[in-house]
């Protein structure tokens, strides 16, 4: 294979993984429209359409599809190849993709960055925060961080955080002027911030237990979204009540009086974070180095 041949093929997979020409072209270090140029080649060589293009998205086509499978394993191996010759000869280089949840992100990984960049200055960390149970394997990402109980099949599972417990809140204000809640049933009378789950659009229904009893509960408001940030907002302002992990900066908040749990005895908690990868992968080096960061082990311990 011609080394054009390869850079083709090695474009083209960048934006399957991605899903977008731009964000494709900057990973790979090349404008847009030599992207676009690279990918017409490769077409005209194959002879078929291997894009499906709109303004707003893109997508493999079915001859694409079958492309993207045939080369995506070649390249995590020769990806992987990389990384061991990098160990055995000592040096700790290369690209880390992680894909990982906003709570992850804001809580573990935010802080740590500065004291992994000092330790391996040589490494870039690609981290994509993606609150949907993405698709590691096919994403080439090394490792993804998920709440446990929606992690994928044949995965190693390396434990984060405890387990996270989970709060309904609201304003002092909100709740001087529409009452408290005292049961889940109660919240059909009051405005709540409802959360869309981005695997399939619907709206997050609200879970609670007590003495065993496990109930689930679809709330109104006047906001819908699919960001933590702006459900604490909204609750902060006054806008409705809140069902957010406590760990995610609600607790602070809680601390501070500027929010107040409702329905405390019917809380729920679910599985902490794990940081995962496919068994059947060779862990790198990199990885492992990651994990002890995020985990503070190892030369990040007390750092």
């Keep these: 294979m011609r080394g054009s041949e390869f850079a083709e093929l090695k474009a083209f997979a960048a934006v399957v993984e991605r899903a977008s020409f731009a964000r494709a072209a900057e990973h790979l ?7 676009s140029q690279t990918i017409r080649q490769l077409e005209s060589r194959i002879g078929a359409r291997l894009l499906n293009r709109t303004t707003r998205s893109v997508a493999p086509s079915a001859s694409g599809e079958m492309l993207y499978r045939r080369i ?3 390249f995590r191996e020769m990806d992987a190849a990389v990384s061991e010759a990098s160990e055995a000869a000592g ?8 894909n990982t949840l906003g709570i992850a992100a804001r809580t573990i990984i935010a802080p740590r960055l500065s004291r992994f960049h000092r330790t391996y200055p040589d490494v870039v960390l690609d981290i994509v925060v993606d609150d949907a149970l993405a698709d590691i394997v096919g994403g080439r990402f090394d490792a993804g961080i998920r709440v446990g109980g929606q992690l994928e099949k044949d995965m190693v599972a390396i434990r984060l955080t405890p387990d996270l417990n989970m709060v309904a809140v609201a304003s002092p204000d909100y709740l001087a002027h529409r009452g408290t809640p005292r049961t889940p049933a109660d919240l059909h009378n009051h405005a709540c911030v409802n959360w869309r789950l981005q695997m399939d659009g619907r709206h997050y229904r609200w879970e609670f237990e007590k003495r065993g009893k496990r109930l689930e509960v679809a709330v109104d408001g006047p906001v819908v979204t ?3 940030d702006i459900g604490v907002a909204a609750a902060l302002n006054g806008l409705g009540i809140a069902y957010h992990f406590e760990r995610d900066g609600v607790g602070e908040l809680l601390a501070e009086g500027r929010l107040v749990q409702v ?8 599985p902490g974070l794990f940081l995962y990868y496919p068994s059947r992968r060779h ?4 990885l492992g180095a990651f994990i002890d960061c995020l985990l503070d082990r190892g030369p ?4």
């Design 283 to 286: 862990r790198p080096a990199l």
């Design 29 to 35: 270090g090349l404008s847009p429209s030599a992207l």
């Design 72 to 74: 995506a394993p070649l």
């Design 263 to 270: 329905l405390a005895d019917w809380s729920i908690s679910r």
């Design 226 to 228: 699919n960001h933590a």
């Design 91 to 98: 040096q700790t280089t290369g690209t880390l993709r992680i």
């Design 300 to 303: 990040f311990n007390g750092s």
